[in-house]
C-alpha cells in the first residue's frame, strides 16, 4: 500500500518476499508514488484511486496546463509524479481489490486530497485501515497546507472532509488505522477523537451564523472611489490615494486589466479629473497579489510614475516566474526605490513609517502616518479587523489572509500575523485603511482582541502537527527551486539552486539531490549542508540539458530531500518550458 521512493524493493531480500505483485496507491502525492515508475519496470502492478488516475497517465498533461500567473488555488496541488506512467486498474467507492484470499474494501476519504480512499482489510483476525495521509497519530496530521483547497478557505473544508473520511473508516468497524506517513494506531476512536478536538479548536467551529458585512451586500453601490478626507481616498477595488498640496497624488497598491491599456488610461484621467490631481509621482504595494500591482506598469507609462516597493517584494515583483507563489502577476515590476523596515519616508509634506506587516503573507507591508489630521495605518490585507463583526474572535483561522498556506507566513511570536497584529495595536490608528472594503474606524479594544487571539495559535498549531516547529507542517515552501519556473535550450546548460529555511531553532542537516529525465545531467549530483537554527541556505546545481532532448513545451525536474533525519521525498519541482 503506497511505495514512496521504491526504497521497499531493497528490503524485500530480508522481509523474505520474492517479488512485488501489486502496489495500491491511497492517493496521487509525489511522496507516495515516486518510486511507482521503478515498481512499474520491474513488472509490478498498479491500483490508483479513480478520482486521481489522471495524475498517474497524464501527470505531463497536469504539469502543462499548470497555471503560473493569477492563479486563486491556494492549495499547493503542484505535488504530482514529474512522468506518466501506466495503470492497471482503478479502484472506487464500494469496490473490492482481491488478491491471495485477501479482500480490501475500497472507501473514498477525500481530504488530504480531493480522490483519496482508504483500504480496508482483515489481516491476521483483525480490520485494518490503510488510510493513507488522513492522519499521522493520534490528533495529529502530516501538515495542514494539503487541506487549503480554495481561496480564503484556510483548510476548513478539507479538514472536514478529512474528519468525516475517518468516521466512515470507524463506522467501517477498523481496528488499526495505518496511515502513510505516521504511527501505527492502535486505538482508532480515541485517536480520532483527539483529532478532531484539536481540528476543532484550531478552526474554533462553533454555533455562531456566518456573517457579512452589510455593506458587501447585492445592493451595494457601485463607484470608483470613496472620499476619506479631505486628501484621501478609497479607490475600487483595492488603492488609496494620497493628494499633494501641489496637485500630485501618491497610490498605495493600483490595479488594471491585462491588455486593456487605452481602458485603463481612460480610468486613470477620470479618476484623476474626479480627485483633482494632475499626475501620479509613486505608487507603493501593499504586497505582491496581482489584484494590488498590475496598474503599475500603466502608471510608469503615463506619468512616469515611480515605484517605491519594500525590501522582502523586491525581486518577487522583478522576477514573478522564480517563485511558487499564488496571486502573481505576469509584468515585470523593477523598484525605483527600495523601503525597509521602520524606515521613515517623507513624499511632498507627508511623512509616513512603513512597517514589515505580516499576515497574508511575510511579502507585506503597511504605511502609517498623518493625513488631515487623522492617524492612519494603510494595511493592504493583512486585516482581521471589522468592527461590525460579532464573530471575528472566534473565526481568526478562517477569515482572509490568515489560513492561505502558499502564500508563505510564519506562525511564531515577532513574525507572521501576530507581528502584524502587535504593530497595529501599538500603532493604534484612528482609520483603519483596508484593501478591500475601504477605511473603518479605529478600535482599540478589537486590535487587542486580535492579537490576544491570534497569539495563541501556534499552542493550537502545535497540538495538530508533529514536528518539532509546526512551521515544517505549515510552509509548503520551505523547500523550494529558484528560480521555479525557467526557460532551456536544448543543448545547452542552466543553473538552478535549492533553497531550504530552517525553522528550527538548532541546526539542520541536509543531503539533496536532483531528479531529472533519462540523459540529463547535474553537477553536482548531489550536495550537503548545514542551515543554522532559524537561517536559510541553498545548493546550486548546473544541469545539461541534451541536444533534442525537449519533445514537449514543458518537463519537470524535483529536488529529493533528505532533512534532519527524514526522508521528505522529491519536495519541490522546477518547471522548465521550452524556448
Not at 480490520?127 to 497519530?137: S, V
Not at 479629473?273 to 509621482?281: A, E, I, T, Y
Not at 531550504?500 to 540529463?520: C, D, F, K, Y
Request: glycine letters at 8%; proline letters at 6%; hydrophobic letters at 35%.
Amino acid at each position: 500500500i503506497d511505495s514512496g521512493d521504491a526504497r521497499v524493493l531493497e528490503l524485500l531480500g530480508r522481509l523474505g518476499i520474492s517479488k512485488i505483485d501489486w502496489v495500491l496507491y491511497t492517493h496521487s502525492h509525489r511522496d507516495q508514488c515516486q518510486g511507482a515508475p521503478h515498481l512499474v519496470k520491474a513488472g509490478v502492478k498498479v491500483a490508483v484511486p479513480k478520482e486521481e488516475e489522471r495524475f498517474f497517465t497524464d501527470a505531463t498533461g497536469f504539469w502543462e496546463a499548470f497555471q503560473l500567473y493569477i492563479r486563486y488555488s491556494y492549495k499547493p496541488d503542484q505535488f504530482k509524479l514529474r512522468e506518466n506512467m501506466p495503470v492497471d486498474r482503478t479502484l472506487s467507492e464500494g469496490e473490492t481489490f482481491e488478491w491471495e484470499g485477501l479482500k480490501f474494501k475500497v472507501l473514498d476519504t477525500p481530504g488530504h486530497t480531493l480522490g483519496s480512499v482508504s483500504y480496508l482489510a482483515e489481516i491476521d483476525g483483525k480490520l485494518r485501515a490503510f488510510t493513507g495521509d488522513m492522519i499521522y497519530a493520534p490528533g495529529q496530521l502530516v501538515n495542514l497546507w494539503s487541506f487549503d483547497y480554495k481561496y480564503w478557505d484556510g483548510g476548513f473544508e478539507g479538514v472536514k472532509k478529512d474528519l468525516a473520511g475517518l468516521e466512515k473508516v470507524l463506522a467501517a468497524g477498523a481496528g488499526e488505522l495505518l496511515p502513510s506517513h505516521g504511527v501505527t494506531i492502535d486505538q482508532p476512536k480515541e485517536a480520532v477523537a483527539l483529532l478532531k478536538r484539536n481540528i476543532e479548536e484550531l478552526y474554533d467551529f462553533g454555533p455562531d451564523p456566518e456573517y457579512t458585512p452589510p455593506s458587501r451586500g447585492r445592493n451595494r453601490p457601485s463607484v470608483p472611489w470613496q472620499q476619506v478626507s479631505e486628501h484621501l481616498y478609497h479607490v475600487n477595488p483595492t488603492s488609496y490615494a494620497v493628494l499633494s498640496k501641489d496637485g500630485e497624488a501618491l497610490f498605495y497598491d493600483w490595479y488594471a486589466v491585462e491588455g486593456r491599456e487605452e481602458e485603463s488610461f481612460d480610468r486613470i484621467e477620470k479618476i484623476a479629473q474626479g480627485l483633482g490631481f494632475k499626475r501620479v509621482d509613486v505608487v507603493i504595494p501593499s504586497h505582491f497579489h496581482e489584484d494590488h500591482i498590475r496598474g503599475f506598469p500603466d502608471l510608469k507609462k503615463r506619468y512616469g510614475t515611480k515605484f517605491w516597493v519594500y525590501e522582502n517584494m523586491v525581486d518577487i515583483l522583478a522576477h514573478p516566474s522564480y517563485y511558487n507563489l499564488p496571486c502573481l502577476a505576469p509584468e515585470v515590476i523593477v523598484a525605483d526605490r527600495v523601503l525597509h523596515d521602520e524606515e521613515v519616508i517623507t513624499w511632498k509634506e507627508y511623512q509616513f513609517t512603513i512597517y514589515h506587516y505580516p499576515g497574508q503573507t511575510m511579502y507585506h507591508q503597511a504605511m502609517g502616518g498623518v493625513i488631515d489630521g487623522k492617524k492612519v495605518l494603510f494595511t493592504g490585507d493583512t486585516d482581521t479587523y471589522d468592527p461590525d463583526d460579532p464573530t471575528l474572535v472566534r473565526r481568526n483561522l478562517k477569515l482572509h489572509g490568515i489560513s492561505t498556506y502558499l502564500n508563505y507566513y510564519l506562525l511564531e511570536p515577532g513574525m507572521g500575523y501576530i507581528k502584524a497584529m502587535k504593530r497595529l495595536a501599538d500603532f493604534n490608528p484612528e482609520l483603519f485603511l483596508k484593501a478591500h472594503g475601504g477605511a473603518k474606524s479605529g478600535n482599540a479594544e478589537m486590535y487587542r482582541l486580535n492579537l490576544e487571539t491570534i497569539s495563541k495559535r501556534e499552542a493550537l498549531v502545535r497540538k495538530v502537527l508533529p514536528y518539532e516547529d509546526p512551521n515544517l507542517g505549515f510552509d509548503p515552501n520551505w523547500i523550494c527551486f529558484y528560480p521555479f519556473r525557467t526557460v532551456i535550450v536544448p543543448g545547452q546548460a542552466f543553473e538552478t539552486r535549492v533553497k531550504i529555511r530552517n525553522h528550527l531553532e538548532r541546526v539542520m542537516e541536509a543531503t539533496v539531490s536532483l531528479r531529472l529525465p533519462e540523459g540529463w545531467r547535474a553537477e553536482p549530483e548531489s550536495g550537503s549542508l548545514r542551515i543554522a537554527g532559524k537561517g536559510k541556505n541553498e545548493l546550486t546545481f548546473t544541469v545539461r540539458v541534451p541536444e533534442g532532448a525537449l519533445t514537449r513545451k514543458r518537463t519537470v525536474i524535483t529536488a529529493q530531500v533528505e532533512a534532519d533525519g527524514r526522508n521528505w521525498g522529491e519536495f519541490a519541482e522546477m518547471l522548465l518550458d521550452r524556448e
